[in-house]
């Protein structure tokens, strides 16, 4: 069964740095996408930053300058540096990522993990 599990987060001030990584396990034939996503509390999942399988990035215009999507293929992981945070960036932090389990391609998330940016 594919999973994506996450770590890092928590509770940082205003102008400090955290750093997220989600990995992949299971059985399955390819990964494609894998990126991150945040529901800040009462509104709508957003996209935070995405990375492609060749390495092409996106990022939200709010995170732009501030946030760093990287990833390992060998490791099969996806990183997010996030520096310069604002209290605005407090919000639960979900991975996702595009997996082949077979010859068919689905969305996986990751179970979320706490951002508290607050003095």
């Known amino acids: 069964q594919v999973q994506l599990v996450e770590s890092g987060g928590g509770l940082v001030q205003p102008g400090g740095s955290l750093s997220l990584s989600c990995t992949a396990s299971?059985?399955?034939?390819?990964?494609?996408?894998m990126g991150w996503y945040r529901q800040p509390p009462g509104k709508q999942r957003e996209l935070v930053a995405y990375?492609?399988?060749?390495?092409?990035?996106n990022y939200s215009d709010s995170v732009k300058g501030r946030f760093t999507i990287s990833r390992d293929n060998a490791k099969i992981t996806v990183y997010l540096q996030m520096n310069s945070l604002k209290p605005e960036d407090s919000a639960v932090y979900y991975c996702?990522?595009?997996?082949?389990?077979?010859?068919?391609?689905?969305?996986?998330w990751g179970q979320g993990t706490q951002v508290t940016v607050s003095s």
């Open positions: 299971g059985r399955f034939m390819s990964i494609s996408g």
């Open positions: 990375i492609t399988s060749n390495n092409r990035i």
């Open positions: 996702n990522a595009a997996i082949a389990p077979n010859t068919i391609t689905y969305e996986y």
